[in-house]
Every structure is written in structure tokens, then in C-alpha cells.
């Protein structure tokens, strides 16, 4: 049986335990919000899946001039060559190459020794992004803040934004919580959409009930409430009334 990738796997579980049909049910958005904090981790690093996609497509389109473009393309194609591995879930290989595999006389190298030949650049960027978020899958949390903040380096606000979220649930699996609030709200600054900035805004609240935090929380939580532009809303309000708090 083909092995589902992350990407299939967190669509089919949140069209199973997403059913937002009745924003006043509170069982459902309990069962949404339960699912959103248990799984927090997938939640995030599809959306980081998202996010580098789009920014890859994006640095491969755009050429530099003189002696970089060389090494651009290189960098391009060697993360063309081994993304096929991370959708496919086989992180392990994503990450170390497949010297086996030769792919006109040359061997698919993995996502680190990417960084590690163009760190410099934004392809380099791009791929400690993914580097990192192989690594959360893999439940390596200190390891994958390396290739974070590595990515925190990039010009490109698409990937800044992965790359402090991903930053944000390393820190957090780690129970830094104080130092993961920081990151999930740069990532919820850089969001484009009302979604991605009340998803992290939403961890950022989480984080901070963790940390004891509870008069944060709630400010966080009623914030996103006011947005009233996407699913976050109704999760907002369950934990509100959690914690004990009149919603308005």
C-alpha cells in the first residue's frame, strides 16, 4: 500500500474533524479545537509545506546575474531532484540524498548538504525551510532549529514566515513556550491572509496558557475574535470559554 504523504494525510483528517457547519455548536468546535491542539504540529508544517512550495517556485523563476546564476541553478535543480522524497514522506532520504540514484551522471543529494553548498543563497534558504520541517516530522525538534534559523535569513517574506513557524512548534515541542510565542507571532505578522495570521496567532495563545499566561491568552483570543474572517474565530471562543471568560 503507497504510503500517504503529510500533505493527504492532514486534508483527510481535517475534513474529518473540521466539520464547520455550526459555529454555535459547542461540542464541534470543541472537537475542532481538540484537534487543532493535539495535532498542532501537522497544522503548521502543512502550512509550511505550502509556503515553501510557493517560495521555491518564486526564487526559480528569478535569475541573478554573473557567476551566482550557476550556482542558483544548481541549487534549483538539486531541490527539484529530492523534493519528490519529502512529498513522498521519506524525510529521512530528503534530508541525506540518494547516492544509489544518478540522475544524468549525477547523484540526488539530500536537503542539508543543499544548505551546506548554498547556505548563501536563497535556494539555500529555501531548502533549510524544508530541512527543518523534515526534522519536526521526524520529532528532532533541537535539531531542526539549526536550518530555521538558517531560513530566518531569507529576504523572501514567504519563507520568513515558515521559517517562524516552524521555529515556533520546535520551541513549543520543546516546552519553551515563552520563546515560541515570539516566533508564532512574527509568523502570524508576516501572514498575507486573515487564516495564516490568526493560526499562529491562535498557537501564540496556546503558548502563553501554557506559560501560565492566562490575561495574554485571552487578549490574543478576543483579537482573533474581532477578526471574524476564518475558522479560527469559533476556536477562539472555545477556549475563552475554557477559561472562564464572557464573550461579548
Known amino acids: 500500500m503507497k504510503k500517504k504523504n503529510f500533505t493527504q494525510e492532514t486534508e483527510e483528517n481535517i475534513g474529518e474533524n473540521f466539520p464547520l457547519k455550526k459555529q454555535d455548536d459547542l461540542n464541534t468546535v470543541e472537537k475542532i479545537q481538540n484537534y487543532i491542539q493535539n495535532n498542532s504540529k501537522k497544522v503548521i508544517t502543512y502550512s509550511i509545506v505550502l509556503i515553501a512550495i510557493t517560495a521555491l517556485f518564486f526564487l526559480i523563476k528569478n535569475k541573478l546575474e554573473s557567476d551566482a546564476v550557476e550556482n542558483k541553478e544548481e541549487a534549483s535543480v538539486s531541490l527539484a531532484r529530492i523534493l519528490p522524497y519529502y512529498n513522498e514522506a521519506n524525510y529521512e532520504v530528503a534530508l541525506k540524498g540518494e547516492p544509489s540514484v544518478t540522475i544524468r551522471g549525477e547523484k540526488v543529494i539530500g536537503l542539508t548538504e543543499i544548505v551546506e553548498n548554498y547556505e548563501g543563497s536563497e535556494e539555500g534558504k529555501v531548502a533549510a525551510l524544508y530541512a527543518g520541517n523534515c526534522l519536526l516530522n521526524l520529532n528532532k525538534f533541537e535539531e531542526s532549529k539549526k536550518y530555521f534559523e538558517i531560513a530566518l535569513k531569507s529576504e523572501a517574506n ?91
Open 158 to 248: 514567504t519563507v520568513l514566515e515558515g521559517a517562524n513557524a516552524g521555529m515556533g512548534v520546535a520551541l513549543e515541542s520543546l516546552k519553551d513556550y515563552a520563546n515560541a510565542v515570539k516566533y508564532y507571532s512574527s509568523a502570524s505578522e508576516l501572514g498575507v491572509t486573515p487564516a495564516s495570521k490568526n493560526r499562529y496567532a491562535f498557537f501564540a495563545g496556546i503558548c502563553y496558557e501554557k506559560a501560565g499566561n492566562k490575561d495574554k491568552a485571552i487578549e490574543i483570543y478576543k483579537d482573533i475574535i474581532l477578526e471574524s474572517a476564518s475558522e479560527y474565530v469559533g476556536l477562539s471562543k472555545a477556549r475563552l470559554v475554557r477559561l472562564g471568560t464572557v464573550i461579548e
